[in-house]
């Protein structure tokens, strides 16, 4: 016997149990206590782990001398907390030349790598030409080889430029990295194509979708690639150990090993030089972090 149902009347869906609605919600939404407690068990390891080293560090460079930093049970706050040792450290080598060294190359990587980045991510995402894909191609497989199969060509190509014991020539080789043309590339790559054919309609040209379309719309993007290029720079130790030989052009990485071979025997000022070498890198992420939060939302239309 079949039911016929009438057309006229609509159809109304019926509304799933309530014991269906409460397993959804407790299977999406919720989190049991056990879970709870071990997400935050998890949350605080690893915390411990990324920033237990940084605090150690600040708290041996504020510990007096008379405090012993080798106890079988490590105290984290200093009994006789001090800054003599940041002042000894200012006192025994030109930590001061040494960060404006570490900053102009830092200046020149970060440029380097915003502008030509840049550049590069958006003529590879957005220009039609011969050869797109063999150069997009070449970018990926440079990510395949470490640093150090390259690092004798690059020095005798920056020997050979005359660029030697220069600070340009520490900045060179990094002032466009393949990682940061890809984030870029990534980036361009999201944004809607009908807003360039717009442009392209409206008579704009490349360089024009490039200033007034494209750039705003990466901001984040371009603050991690400036980020990252920063760190990078600041912290590289063995390309201007190799570059540099004069004394006066060494950056605040090298410098810092005749505090170390200087002083093996007091880990304070150790640690002391490098939180005055850490301090620069927590100024630029504080100064970008709002873009760089914002990354996520790139690619929308901004009218």
Do not use: C
Not at 32 to 45: D, G, I, N, T
Not at 228 to 249: E, Q, R
Request: aromatic share 12%; glycine share 8%; net charge positive.
């Amino acid at each position: 016997m079949s039911v016929v149902t009438d057309p006229a009347r609509p159809v109304v869906a019926t509304e799933a149990p309530k014991s269906v609605r409460r397993r959804r919600s407790s299977g999406f939404n919720s989190v049991s206590p056990r879970e709870k407690v071990a997400r935050y068990v998890l949350l605080v390891f690893v915390l411990l782990i990324t920033i237990g080293p940084f605090l150690w560090q600040l708290s041996t460079s504020l510990k007096g001398s008379g405090e012993d930093i080798y106890t079988r049970i490590p105290r984290l706050l200093p009994a006789q907390p001090t800054f003599d040792h940041y002042k000894e450290v200012t006192d025994t080598i030109p930590v001061w030349d040494y960060a404006r060294n570490s900053l102009v190359v830092a200046f020149l990587v970060v440029g380097g790598n915003v502008i030509g980045a840049s550049l590069a991510g958006f003529a590879l995402s957005r220009l039609q030409f011969r050869g797109r894909k063999i150069v997009l191609g070449l970018f990926l497989a440079t990510l395949v080889l470490p640093g150090e199969v390259t690092i004798i060509s690059q020095y005798v190509t920056v020997r050979e430029f005359g660029l030697a014991n220069t600070l340009f020539g520490v900045a060179l080789p990094g002032m466009i990295g393949a990682l940061n043309v890809l984030l870029m590339y990534n980036a361009f790559r999201s944004l809607p194509v009908e807003v360039d054919q717009a442009a392209v309609v409206d008579g704009a040209n490349a360089w024009q979708r490039f200033l007034y379309i494209g750039l705003p719309s990466v901001r984040g993007t371009i603050s991690v690639v400036a980020i990252f290029a920063f760190i990078g720079a600041w912290d590289d130790f063995l390309w201007p150990l190799i570059v540099l030989t004069d004394p006066n052009k060494y950056t605040l990485t090298v410098g810092l090993q005749y505090l170390s071979g200087t002083f093996s025997n007091n880990p304070r000022l150790i640690a002391a030089g490098t939180m005055i070498a850490f301090i620069p890198i927590v100024i630029v992420f504080a100064t970008l972090q709002r873009f760089f939060f914002k990354g996520v939302e790139e690619g929308a239309v901004k009218g």
